[in-house]
């Protein structure tokens, strides 16, 4: 009589359940108070009725926060060559969080694109600043809507080959690195003068760009950009992904 009675108990709490499920009727946890979520695929009269304590699913939804708060954090790139000389500044830049996110597992033996190195100056303003920049609102290039151009050109950092076009695949000169890493430390607010009257003139002067004079003077008064040898600058020589890098590093340590 006992197990009849038992049994009848517990048939009752299982329809009464379905019946509370299908009215959206909460059903407290016996262990805790807190509301049973419904999820799952287990079915009682074709209706889906398993459940799982809220406490639970709220510590599953932390942990899923966690995770992607570390995700979050983990700027920090990796390669996948450099030259020996170069590890050592390269091991800077990669504690600095400036190499940026398009060189991971990259060779960085290899030149350096007008697009790579938008990203890389990019990274210098930020590092500089301590701010971060949209990559809008002004998209004026028709071979490129690279977001980080995008950032580097609205901050006035970098400008196209032509109005309408940015080469983003065209190797950097030495020249326009220069100017464009002026241009991201000018943007950070420090002051990137210089007297072109009282510096030691490159052999190969003459062969500047007038639009970059002030930069490669400035950016090699300061050390940051040396020569290639025989008192020449190599305006319009190319660079590494890790020379690149170096410069990045060494305008940090500058200012």
Known sequence: MKKII??????????????????????????????????????????????VDTDIELDEKKETKTQEE????QTKVSWSNASKWAVEELNKAKEMEIIPSIFEGE??????????FAHVAVKLWEKLSGQTMA??????????????????????ITKGTSDTTFSPDDLITR???????????????IDTSVDL???E??????????????SIYFMSQKGIIKGI???????????????????????VEAF
């Open 6 to 51: 038992f049994v009848s108990i517990v048939l009752i709490i299982v329809l009464a359940c379905v019946a509370f499920a299908e009215q959206g009727i909460v059903i407290k946890s016996p262990r805790t108070g807190n509301a049973i979520n419904q999820i799952g695929s287990d079915r009682v009269n074709n209706t889906p009725i398993k459940v």
């Open 70 to 73: 570390v995700t979050e954090t």
């Open 107 to 116: 060779d960085l033996t290899t030149n350096i694109t007008r697009r790579e």
């Open 135 to 156: 990559a809008g609102p002004a998209d004026p290039f028709t071979d490129t809507h690279d977001p980080e151009v995008l950032k580097a050109y609205n901050l006035e």
């Open 175 to 189: 020249e326009q690195m220069a100017t464009m890493m002026t241009r991201a430390i000018s943007k950070a607010g």
């Open 197 to 199: 009257e009282n510096v």
């Open 201 to 214: 003139r490159f052999a190969d002067d003459s062969a500047f760009g007038k639009w970059y004079v002030d």
């Open 229 to 251: 040898g025989d008192n020449k600058f190599g305006n319009s020589g190319n660079a590494s992904k890790e020379a690149a890098l170096l410069i990045a590093v060494r305008s």
